[in-house]
């Protein structure tokens, strides 16, 4: 008997008004199979997996699945055929529990909620090798259980067809771990999967096949086994590029921004940041790395002003900005870019324009009552053709954009307003290979003209190659400070779990306080 | 029985009386609400409920044909907000006024139309019958409660039996489960295949039906008068609105909130009886200004926000995405 492949798209095309998001597209995958689908930030891959799961339509071309050809209306019909998605935002009700949320599209057991739901949840799980806790309300779950409960709920509907979303995106190189185990029982179990990333190393760990895609267009597929990192990124840009990070030395100045015994609570009022230090040189790129949620958004918003501290210092070329308000903070050239995981929420007005939001940081600056819309549009030009922002036009609502285009749209304007500090976290938050090089290039640019930077990051690869020092959290405390290019990602893994604490290695010099500091000059 | 004490009696009774067309509203704005939708078309929809409810009830002198009716008639304003704001992607809030603009015209126009031929309560006798009190075995000769809560007609009954079934519904059956997973993250509910577009139809008619009850309550509460000046809603609708919130998106807490907005409503009425009945203990009711009694109501609403946004969390029943349109292929 001939080989049948689980899912086969013929063909596919599909667009959004003049913009065509699918050209003609085809793809398959077998059961048993892992396949990586790769292809640069707006390439249509996500759109494409919209397609098997019943969010969109595909306005040309066939699906065939399990060899039956296929309409897929509704992400019911996709259900019905087999077909689970456990998409980059997770689609779960947050006031839910967990059991509660797989309950929803349960459609075997009666019309009524039966006490024994829980019980029933932790049975499959655990059948499925799973440990979860089904009456957890997904509001007080971390992402890695959020993600869990995803595929037990995929699998719960008796998928056979699984795709998953940049799945790795949010999670720890432990959690990583842990998902491919997942993902490879599934695939030993007869599952088809398809999964979405733009980490060359874990699609050249876990796939059998990729699959590129390249502006809308499938490029062809590969065996994993005959590709690497330099030939997966030359097919998926469409030219050779070099995959080093630059570190470029530049000469240091006396500490720029300097924090001392700084707490901070976050919302719910438990300590976020816990009696941390750290100093910021101009000309140095400072990485944080840490676990999710370890105090990197409390950090960021406390040195912008944005929160309230308990305790502790922070000093700005020997000014205390404790206290001061975000504008004053910014008129000291102290930038922020945050990237939230929703990669929209911060810092940008979405349904505005690339102009109006050039213009949301300086409005104050023109005198009376009127906007001066003409340096606005003339400052998203200039950025637009600097970083090579990919848009109709200067004045094209944000959203529209790609996501790796509307992060240089952020990095872009807090760069314009010329600052000695940029408090940069995320920036390459789902970005695929070439937006990010393109972020790293602008972050080095701005290193080089003598500005401190402060690089809140998820991929220890990257920080280890782009910055110059790393400052690991682990809940909110500093395990300590390495030099990026001395450290290995294993001693950093076990610093951002609290296994290794290096804070106190040396005896004479405490980690995160200058020798040179300027605390000392001061005013108490 | 002293005369005091059946002040106090007539005072408790009223407050189940009058008020009981809130729970209506109330009830029927949290099925709404539950799917998402914040319909502010709660006066225009009673009163359709109303004048349709109860020219069908004198028409055929049967309670039932007038309780369908007016079900039927409020239910197509809802119909009518669901086709605009689920189908059509119509601003919510604008509708929901447009409803309550329309529902009113609809009143006055029908009910100044008929004029001469307005049909009167006297010419019905088995309508009149249906809505007298029907007092509770054993329960209704309890001292003061028997007749303050269990000597009522049966809308009475019918309105707090259908707030605990809701309630019932929206807790322990899977329908209820994911009526209010349309209305906290219809993409989620969508994903695992709730048919979003029914869910909100199904339940923006049956909220508008259960509001129109309320209505035709309301009428035959006015002995069915109509008066070219004042609609019989009177400004319920909007009070159910904000009783949604003080009850929490609960269907139980719904009747607890009729009575508390309820002992207000009628204290207004009532404080210069209670006055005299109890000059001693009560006798201050008369210094107040009758206009405060007006406002204690929004007062108390303003104060169960204020504590609810600060229990945060854990507390709200409010849907996430209560007022929000949802297209599947937003972007």
Known sequence: MEERYAIEMRGICKNFGRVAANKNVSLNVKPGEILALLGENGSGKTTLMNMLSGIYKPDSGTILVNGQETVIHSPEDAKRLGIGMVHQHFKLVDVFSAADNIWLGDEHSGPLLKKNRCDVIRQMAQKFGFDIDPQKKVYNMAVSEKQTLEIIKVLYYGAKIIILDEPTAVLTVQEIDKLFAVLRRMKAEGHAIIIITHKLNEVLEISDRVAIMRRGESIGTVDTAQATEQLLTERMVGRKVTLNIDCPTVEKTRPLLEIRDLTIRNDEGATAIDHVSFYIRGGEILGVAGIAGCGQKELCEAIAGLRPIETGMMIHKGDNIVGLSPKAILEKGISMSFIPEDRLGMGLAPSLSITDNMLLKNYGETKGPFVDRKSGRAAAEQVIQELEIVTPSTETPVRRLSGGNVQKVLLGREIKSGPNVLITAYPVRGLDIHSSYAIYDILNRQKKDGVGILFVGEDLDVMMGLCDKILVLCHGKVMGVVHAHKTTKEELGLMMTGALDLSSKYADKPAGIARDSRIEEVEP | ?331
């Open chain 2, 1 to 331: 029985m002293n005369g005091s004490s059946d002040v106090l009696t007539l005072f408790l009774f009223n407050i189940v009386l009058v008020n009981i067309p809130l729970l209506y509203g109330t009830v029927g704005e949290i099925l709404t609400e539950k799917a998402g939708s914040l319909n502010l078309g709660v006066e225009g929809t009673m009163a359709v409920g109303a004048i349709f409810g109860y020219l069908a009830g004198c028409a055929t002198d049967s309670l039932l044909t007038g309780l369908l009716t007016a079900f039927a008639a409020a239910g197509l304003c809802g119909g009518l907000f669901a086709l605009l704001t689920v189908t059509l992607q119509a601003n919510q809030n604008v509708t929901g006024l447009t409803i309550t603009t329309f529902g009113l015209g609809l009143y006055f126009f029908v009910g100044k139309g008929l004029g001469e031929r307005w049909p009167a309560m006297t010419d019905v006798p088995a309508l009149v019958r249906g809505f007298t009190a029907v007092e509770v075995p054993v329960l209704s000769r309890l001292p003061v409660a028997g007749k303050a809560l269990f000597s009522h007609n049966v809308l009475v009954y019918l309105g707090v039996l259908i707030a605990a079934l809701a309630w019932w519904y929206l807790n322990y059956t899977k329908t209820g489960l994911r009526l209010r997973a349309v209305g906290e993250n219809p993409a989620a509910a969508d994903s695992v295949g709730v048919n979003i577009q029914l869910y909100k139809y199904v339940h923006l008619i049956a909220g508008s039906g259960i509001m129109g009850l309320g209505g035709f309550y309301m009428a035959l509460n006015m002995s069915g008068s109509f008066e070219g000046s004042n609609c019989w809603i009177n400004g319920y609708g909007w009070i159910a609105i904000a009783l949604v919130i003080f009850a929490n998106w609960n269907p139980l807490l719904a009747i607890l909130g009729t009575l508390v907005f309820g002992f207000f409503n009628t204290l207004q009425i009532y404080a210069g009886a209670l006055a005299g009945a109890f000059p001693g203990a009560l006798g201050w009711l008369n210094a107040l200004p009758p206009q405060m009694f007006k406002a204690l109501p929004f007062l108390i609403t303003a104060v169960v926000l204020i504590a609810t946004s600060v229990r945060k969390r854990e507390g709200p029943g409010q849907p996430a995405s209560l007022g929000l349109n949802y297209f599947r292929e937003e972007r």
